[in-house]
């Protein structure tokens, strides 16, 4: 697995993170700037729930779309120095866990990581 370091604090991680299920359906609302920083993401709509879902896990039909994967946004809050250790990347999104504490999964933005050689 490959380490990160916090170069940069990240606070805004959203206190109820979107969490959808495959075959739910979404209406499409917006989709990024395919050339910005945050390619291949679609603001969506459902049920009590809005947010930001991968493209890569949505087929559109008309306005709406479907979900093909279970998603959940959660996100770390990242402060100065803090490690992780990724699981997987995603539009310029790191999925993993901080050293201080294995047991969350979160998403942490790469443009506010350096990868580190030190995998304590």
């Known amino acids: 697995m490959t380490h990160f370091i916090v170069i940069k604090p990240?606070?805004?991680?959203?206190?109820?993170?979107?969490?959808?299920?495959?075959?739910?359906?979404?209406a499409w609302v917006e989709e990024s700037n395919p050339q910005?920083?945050?390619?291949?993401?679609?603001?969506?709509?459902?049920?009590?729930k809005e947010g930001w879902v991968p493209k890569q896990i949505l087929t559109k039909d008309a306005k709406e779309a479907v979900v093909t994967e279970d998603y959940h946004a959660k996100e770390h809050n990242l402060v100065l120095g803090e490690r992780l250790v990724a699981h997987s990347f995603l539009?310029?999104?790191?999925?993993?866990?901080?050293?201080?504490?294995?047991?969350v999964l979160a998403w942490a933005p790469m443009n506010h990581?350096?990868?580190?050689?030190d995998d304590k």
């Open 10 to 26: 990240y606070n805004d991680a959203p206190e109820s993170p979107i969490r959808v299920e495959r075959g739910e359906r979404l």
């Open 36 to 48: 910005g920083d945050w390619a291949n993401w679609v603001f969506c709509r459902g049920e009590g």
């Open 91 to 103: 539009n310029g999104w790191l999925w993993g866990h901080k050293v201080s504490d294995p047991t």
């Open 113 to 117: 990581l350096a990868e580190s050689n």
